[in-house]
């Protein structure tokens, strides 16, 4: 597998190609793990939609939603009442 292939993209867009290892694995290239300080040993979320693809949000967002999550501070949903 290579680091994929950048391409062209307006300000703060990135897009890059990767390939799917025999494993379902892939590396993120080094361009992207740079610029969103992605750095081995580092856990990062994954979310996915059927409709709208993967996302791997920034690091912020996964700290935020462990603190939220630890701290007690989600907000009660309607449909968990009973």
């Known amino acids: 597998m290579n680091g994929g292939n950048n391409m062209k993209h307006p300000n703060d867009k990135y897009a890059w190609t990767v390939k ?16 969103f300080d992605i750095n081995p040993g580092d856990t990062i979320i994954v979310l996915a939609d059927k409709k709208k693809g993967i ?4 690091k912020s967002l996964f700290t935020k939603l462990t603190k939220t999550i630890f701290d007690g501070d989600l907000p009660e949903r309607e449909d968990d009442e009973e």
């Open 20 to 35: 799917i290892g025999e494993k379902g694995q892939f590396v993120i290239p080094k361009e992207a793990r740079d610029i």
């Open 55 to 58: 996302a791997i949000p920034p």
